[in-house]
Structure formats: structure tokens, C-alpha cells
């Protein structure tokens, strides 16, 4: 051998599974960052998907909680302003305790209502609202100033309904009824 062989240099030996020099491939590190990237990607777009649920249904339940409460605001409002036998107080009257709605035939009875879930006018609950609750507020307000409170009965009073589902006030609505109106005078 000459001594221009003995200098020349073994070729060096490839490692089974890598990739040659100038070869196209992913090494391990670019497939976990490729990897960790999509879930990433997946977790973001699953919280949207989820966020925008939630919020399209927090759309219907109010939509529902505005139709529940002027549902019984209709129909509080179509009752009698007065007891006819006039107790002069407000809520229910002696012989009015019934589990339906049907016994209370004027706008005060309504007084204090708490039903939970929801109950139509035949006590019957209310498909979709089973953790939901109405509740009702009749007040006496001052004929001057309606949006003040009054102690006396000035021939106007105040009814407010409110839905409520989770702690979290859903609707209210509220209208002022007057004595005038059984009288037919306005």
C-alpha cells in the first residue's frame, strides 16, 4: 500500500434508521411539534364550538323566560283589580289555597306566587324549565308617580314576573294594572 491509501479515510457508517443527508423526512422532533400543534388546534376549536352552544342557548332560554313571564302577566292582568268581598290584602285569600292557579281570581292573589318549575294555569309543569322558577310581585305604586311605591291603594298596582334558571335572573316584566279598568274606564 502506498501511503496515499493508508491516509484515505473509511466511509463513515449510516445509522439504520436515519435519513440520508439531502433526503426529505420528518426527524422525531418536528413530528411532536407537528403533533403538539394540532392538539393545540383541536382543544381551541372544540372550546369555540362549545362556547357558541352554550351562548345560542342562553338565547332560547331567555326567548322562553320572556314568553313564560308575559304568559302569567297576561294572565294576571286579566283578573279582577280587587276582590270583590274586599279583604284588602294582598295575596291570597281564605279559601283561595288550591295547587292550580284556577282559585285565584283577582291581581293580588298572585301576590308572592313562587312556582317552581313553572306551572301552567292547570298546575302542570312546564316541559324544558324543570330547574327554572316564576315568581310574582304585586305592589300598590303611587298614581302620581307610577315607578314609586305605595302604601296605600291609590287604584294602581304594580305586577313584576320573574324567571329565574340557575340563580340567574333569565326575564322580567312587569305592568301597572288600575282600578279603572274593571270599570271600563281608562
Not at 322558577?133 to 304594580?158: C, H, I, M
Request: charged share 25%.
Amino acid at each position: 500500500m502506498t501511503r496515499h491509501h493508508q491516509h484515505r479515510r473509511a466511509a463513515p457508517r449510516r445509522r439504520p434508521n436515519t435519513v440520508a443527508p439531502g433526503r426529505p423526512g420528518f426527524t422525531l422532533v418536528e413530528a411532536v411539534m407537528c403533533t403538539l400543534l394540532v392538539g393545540i388546534i383541536l382543544v381551541a376549536a372544540i372550546s369555540t364550538v362549545g362556547a357558541a352552544r352554550r351562548a345560542r342557548q342562553g338565547v332560547s332560554d331567555r326567548a322562553m323566560a320572556r314568553v313564560l313571564a308575559g304568559d302569567l302577566l297576561a294572565e294576571i292582568a286579566s283578573r279582577a283589580y280587587a276582590e270583590p268581598a274586599a279583604s284588602g290584602s294582598m295575596g291570597v285569600d281564605p279559601g283561595e289555597r288550591s295547587l292550580t292557579r284556577a282559585t285565584l281570581d283577582d291581581v293580588d292573589d298572585y301576590h308572592n306566587l313562587d312556582e317552581t318549575p313553572p306551572r301552567d294555569a292547570a298546575g302542570n309543569p312546564i316541559k324544558g324549565c324543570e330547574k327554572w322558577s316564576r315568581t310574582v310581585r304585586v305592589e300598590y305604586v303611587d298614581a302620581q308617580k307610577p315607578d314609586e311605591l305605595s302604601f296605600v291603594d291609590s287604584g294602581l298596582k304594580r305586577i313584576t314576573v320573574t324567571i329565574r334558571a340557575h340563580g340567574e335572573v333569565l326575564a322580567q316584566r312587569s305592568a301597572i294594572r288600575t282600578q279603572a279598568a274593571d270599570a271600563g274606564r281608562f
